[in-house]
């Protein structure tokens, strides 16, 4: 293979690790559904990883009101 088909190949690595590592620590901040229900009492003995999990089964919803 020639030396720049080795050096874009090199250049895209580069540019994919950037990428991983600029969002590799995106979701470890904690998220606003699982600061709210970590209040309420039948959640608040669950550790970070359970919020987690029980906030990806809850749907964000916004109602107009009458």
Same mark, same amino acid.
């Given at each position: 293979?020639?030396?720049?088909? +080795?050096?874009? +190949? !090199?250049?895209?690595?580069?540019? #994919?690790?950037?990428?991983? #590592?600029? %969002? +590799? ?6 998220? !606003? ?7 309420? $009492?039948? %959640?608040?003995?669950? #550790?970070?990883? !359970?919020? +987690? ?11 107009? $009101?009458?």
């Amino acid at each position: 293979m020639s030396i720049l088909y +080795n050096h874009i +190949n !090199e250049v895209r690595i580069l540019k #994919n690790a950037y990428w991983a #590592n600029l %969002f +590799n620590n995106w979701d470890k901040a904690e998220s !606003e559904t699982v600061t709210i229900i970590k209040k309420i $009492p039948i %959640f608040a003995e669950l #550790n970070n990883k !359970e919020l +987690n999990e029980v906030s990806k089964l809850l749907h964000d919803r916004t109602y107009k $009101p009458e």
